[in-house]
């Protein structure tokens, strides 16, 4: 390695070529060059496979690098945030991590107002307007093994994680295009089979019953745009619950829409609740995704960690909190 630098001041750019239907590989050379114009200085480094950005940040960390640069999508995000956690080298508020989005959904820059425009976004970077955000600790089990993640987004569990299992089963096959989740969204909601489930916020019980879905969110937008967490707030130290109990399914898709472009709380019997730890436990097995991620099953706990990690954002976000 060249000691001619302060390797803390540079940036490790965890670039996924595959993101966005290739285009984190096919356009990180205009990517590189914009960060080169604006006098940022990066180290590529490349994923390979499935959870390769974990390792990737880990190693990075290990090297002296405290800056990070995501290109990719929510995925690639999620990956990068648990390598974060599982790196032993500095505390995880140490790291700044910034996002150039070249994924599908790219639903965590929405919450932060970082612009897809690979101009502005990279003039955020050089910027780097920083803010702490809460992260969830996850556990769930995966082949009856309890196993652990972190939250930086969205999760969810029912007919959410089944939605989000179908369209990355299309998305594997090659199929492409904004239909595919629409058509996984209204498929599953003929198909998926409510769950008599059992959940408590912070000690206390708020639903026992059968449920469609359970929505658990530190920001607000999933699925491309959907706010199924709509009121969350990055840094109050809260998760956001959005519980939609077994319901006529006709009435609730007519108001679809609302999730999009409304409050879905207006819809009746969809129901809020805030706290700093979410206990899940089901009479059968519930399925989870993570950030878009499907890991498991129940039954699950989530656990706030708050301002735990350290991410870029835009100078319209931090007006706006202002």
């Keep these: 390695m060249n000691e001619s630098f302060d ?44 959870y390769h950005a974990t390792e990737l940040a880990v190693a990075a960390v290990r090297q002296g690098y405290r800056r990070i640069i995501v290109v990719g999508g929510d995925g690639t995000i999620h990956e990068t945030v648990n390598g974060f956690f599982i790196q032993q080298s500095c505390p995880t508020t140490d790291i700044l991590m910034a996002v150039i989005a070249v994924g599908t959904g790219n639903d965590w820059i929405r919450m932060f107002g970082i612009p897809r425009n ?41 007919y959410d994680a089944a939605v989000c299992r179908g369209f990355n089963r299309l998305k594997e096959r090659g199929y492409r295009g904004r239909w595919i989740y629409l058509f996984s969204v209204f498929r599953e909601a003929i198909r998926y089979r409510a769950r008599r489930v059992r959940i408590a916020v912070d000690g206390k019980e708020v639903f026992h019953g059968r449920l469609f879905t359970g929505t658990v969110g530190i920001c607000k937008y999933t699925a491309g745009g959907l706010s199924q967490t709509p009121n969350a707030i990055a840094d109050d130290g809260l998760f956001d619950l959005t519980v939609i109990p077994n319901m006529n399914r006709v009435r609730l898709f007519r108001r679809f829409r609302v999730v999009y472009t409304g409050n879905i709380y207006d819809i009746p019997q969809i129901r809020l609740f805030r706290g700093g730890r979410i206990e899940v436990q089901a009479d059968r097995p519930v399925r989870l995704e993570i950030d878009g991620e499907i890991l498991g099953y129940s039954d699950f706990e989530f656990q706030i960690i708050e301002r735990a990690v350290r991410v870029v954002v835009s100078e319209k976000f931090i007006r706006d909190r202002a």
């Design 7 to 50: 390797i803390s001041q540079r940036w490790a750019a965890i670039v996924n070529p595959v993101a966005g239907s290739g285009r984190g590989l096919t356009d990180w050379p205009q990517i590189s060059g914009l960060l080169r114009d604006e006098g940022i200085a990066v180290d590529a480094m490349f994923t390979l496979r499935k």
């Design 118 to 158: 690979y101009v502005d976004a990279i003039r955020s970077i050089r910027e780097s307007r920083s803010f702490l955000q809460d992260v969830g600790r996850v556990s769930y089990y995966e082949s009856k093994v309890h196993q652990v993640r972190y939250l930086a987004n969205v999760a969810g569990f029912g």
